[in-house]
């Protein structure tokens, strides 16, 4: 989709934001996975992976993201948020989405190893719309760049 072509209220241009926060997390040195969370066509939270910097395996991008918008609404529910995140939650990040009742999940590539649909859909909540594949190939090519790069480390 060209640029000029961008909805300001998209799936792609919400999906860019989480793009950015994935490369400040290449250029920290942490695996580049980016997430927003949606409110009302309103970022409320924006989140990178930092499980170095904090030494903490849980701080992925989603985790610190829903930590973020439950203190921006003051409660741990977040029923009318979309969270976007460039790669498909793993299991632990998908339990958490269906304790939040996120309204919807939308991610950008795929993650045929460890992501949540490996397992089933259902590890959401029955409510949780469920979409794959925005600015996938994008979403692909940075965490390919990663591993291309500790391999030569």
């Not at 961008?6 to 942490?30: I, R, T």
């Not at 991008?61 to 409660?75: D, I, K």
Request: hydrophobic letters at 40%.
């Amino acid at each position: 989709m060209s640029e000029s072509k961008l909805s300001v209220f998209s799936d792609e241009h919400f999906m860019k934001q989480a793009f950015n926060q994935a490369k400040l997390a290449f250029d920290e040195g942490e695996l580049p996975i980016g997430a927003v969370i949606v409110s009302s066509n309103k970022i409320i939270a924006r989140a990178h992976n930092q499980t170095e910097l904090l030494n903490d395996f849980t701080a992925h991008a989603e985790m610190l993201a829903f930590t973020s918008a439950s203190e921006y609404f003051g409660n741990k529910y977040l029923n009318t948020c979309t969270l976007y995140v460039t790669l498909e939650p793993c299991l632990m990040c998908a339990g958490a989405a269906f304790w939040t009742k996120v309204k919807r999940v939308v991610f950008g590539a795929s993650d045929p190893k460890k992501g949540f649909t490996t397992l089933s859909e259902t590890v959401l909540h029955p409510k949780t719309e469920i979409k794959g594949g925005v600015m996938a190939q994008e979403c692909s090519e940075i965490l390919d760049l990663f591993f291309e790069q500790k391999r030569v480390e």
